[in-house]
């Protein structure tokens, strides 16, 4: 194969089935994609605009890829050769280091693979490294910036990488997933594997222009991933289309023994067979916002004019497209954190606007956390210290000017439950965010306006979807500017399809004719091809 041949496969935007083409025909190899991922990471990640999306490469990455060039397989593996990159709460059992972000858990390792990780393997994954997170996923401190965390400093946004005087990127990158998506946004590798417990992949990929599943909970394992709260946490894709999702969705989407949630799993044998270009005709599809019921319109009425302008040219094309849009308000939303859902917490963290009042989060988190992130630090993590949550926080306390930026409230709070799950505040919360986002809110909704779907803009929908485990597929829709009263460089914005539980089939083949139909995605400015030959 000719050098002019390897440099034309434009791997910066190159889709998954692109890459299995050319590896398929022999006019690249997995070495060269690892090699030419690690360039990009060096131009943009660690130099550049250093956007810091990826916190560890895997050492041993390069000799994999070799590994499987030399296989000469009569069959290859659905992602054979593909360079991932993985969350750095996910799981490794080699030579990486599995520390959510965390000063405190710097050097640990895991004993074994997360089943996520195994499946991506078993299909010929080539494992890139571990992105960058907010610490923790978020869980540590009251307003964290997303992105940040004590050992793998601030992931930057690549359409408006721009700091403020704190070192606080102006537009956010998203989080907790932020590494995830920026990588994927910027080209630093095949795709990325995210997680969630509430918006932490679509926030995310609404920030960044790229795609994401956050599949009902229990379609894929979470055995092996660093926790938030059992009941809501999940693993998902971020790709740069639809197609490349869905993909993903049929390696990662399989039951483990070692996770009880992926006993009621649903799914087809192939996602991308539901991806068709007309599969919004005759689709009902619920716009959460009733204008003549301004109280309640709590999706849509606080958009920015430029965000409501994304979402009105969205609804256009859904209806240009085929879709009957039924508008009407989710009556349960005034209950989504509300009395007996959510706890308050001190906020002692020193750059917070609010610092020393009292912040609100959810009961099932901090109740769950503690019991949760224990069981992972006993039964997973190795070459660490750490082996409860007093562990990390006495590390936390003794190493602050490092570790501590931002405070450690949301741990603290954890830390005083019993975390054995038994007090009666707990047991209410979660019976209550089930009646509130299930029974009385997305079920009774999409039953009453015989919906396929809802639309959510960006990740507004998040919590509604992750209180109920109900899976949500985001696109991008659109280009917006601005946060707050300050001008900022353009930056995408997200459509999010939300249905009942088991529906990624269904999810996956609307947000497919939108995304055909709109081809909103635009790559980050400011990062070309090293190649000669390709171009933005």
Same mark, same amino acid.
């Given at each position: ?66 590994? $499987? ?57 080539? @494992? ?43 537009? $956010?990158?998203?989080?907790?997933? +932020? ?21 932490? !992949? ?16 229990? $379609? ?32 990662? =989407? ?16 192939? #996602?991308? +067979? ?11 599809? /619920? ?88 069981? #992972? ?48 505040? #707990? $047991? ?26 809802? !639309? ?22 659109? @280009? ?13 914005? /997200? =459509? ?38 390709? +171009?933005?």
């Amino acid at each position: 194969m000719s050098g002019q041949a390897r440099a034309t496969t434009c791997i910066e935007n190159a889709t998954i089935d692109e890459l299995r083409t050319v590896l398929a025909a022999g006019d690249i190899t997995a070495g060269d994609l690892v090699r030419r991922y690690l360039a990009r990471i060096e131009a943009y990640d660690r130099a550049g605009p250093r956007l810091d999306a990826v916190r560890e490469l895997n050492p041993d990455a390069l000799a994999i890829a070799v590994t $499987l060039d030399e296989k000469k397989r009569a069959e290859r593996g659905p992602l054979e050769g593909i360079p991932i990159l993985v969350k750095d709460n996910i799981a490794t059992g080699d030579a990486q280091h599995t520390t959510a972000g965390s000063l405190a858990l710097d050097g640990a390792q895991a004993k074994d693979d997360a089943t996520v990780v195994k499946v991506l393997r078993e299909a010929g994954a080539v @494992i890139l490294g571990k992105a960058n997170l907010t610490e923790f996923a978020n869980i540590l401190a009251i307003d964290m910036p997303a992105g940040y965390s004590s050992l793998g400093g601030q992931v930057k946004n690549p359409y408006a990488p721009e700091l403020d005087d704190k070192g606080v990127p102006i537009v $956010l990158p998203g989080g907790s997933s +932020s590494g995830s998506a920026v990588a994927v946004a910027a080209g630093l590798a095949a795709a990325a594997i995210g997680t969630e417990t509430s918006g932490s !992949l679509l926030s995310p990929a609404s920030q960044n222009g790229v795609v994401t599943v956050k599949p009902t909970v229990g $379609l894929i394992s979470r055995a092996g991933i660093v926790p938030i709260a059992h009941s809501q946490d999940t693993a998902g894709p971020l790709t740069r289309t639809v197609r490349d999702a869905a993909i993903l969705l049929n390696v990662l =989407a399989a039951a483990d023994p070692l996770d009880p949630a992926t006993g009621e799993l649903q799914r087809p044998a192939d #996602y991308t +067979s539901f991806l068709d270009r007309d599969g919004l005709k005759g689709a009902r599809i /619920g716009v959460p916002s009733d204008p003549s019921d301004p109280a309640n319109d709590v999706y849509y009425g606080p958009l920015p004019s430029r965000a409501a302008a994304v979402m009105r040219q969205a609804i256009a094309v859904l209806e240009a497209q085929g879709a009957t849009i039924v508008r009407a308000n989710i009556p349960t939303e005034g209950w989504i954190g509300g009395p007996g859902i959510e706890m308050a917490i001190l906020n002692r963290n020193p750059e917070s606007p609010t610092r020393n009042q009292p912040a609100r989060r959810p009961i099932v988190f901090v109740y769950e956390l503690k019991h949760d992130l224990n069981l #992972y630090l006993r039964d997973w993590a190795t070459r660490t210290e750490m082996r409860s949550l007093p562990d990390i926080i006495a590390f936390n306390a003794a190493n602050a000017e490092r570790a501590l930026r931002f405070g450690q409230d949301i741990f603290l709070a954890a830390e005083a439950t019993r975390g054995d799950l038994s007090e009666p505040e #707990y $047991l209410s919360a979660r019976q209550m965010d089930l009646r509130a986002s299930r029974t009385l809110g997305l079920d009774a909704y999409m039953d009453e306006h015989r919906l396929d779907a809802v !639309l959510f803009p960006g990740m507004a929908g998040a919590s509604i979807a992750a209180k109920a485990g109900y899976p949500s597929v985001q696109v991008p829709a659109g @280009i917006v500017a601005g946060v707050k009263d300050k001008e900022t460089p353009e930056y995408p914005y /997200g =459509a999010t399809f939300t249905g009942r539980a088991w529906s990624e089939p269904t999810l996956l083949r609307l947000a497919y004719a939108f995304e055909q139909a709109t081809q909103a995605r635009r790559l980050p400015p400011g990062l070309p091809p090293l190649d000669g030959g390709c +171009s933005n």
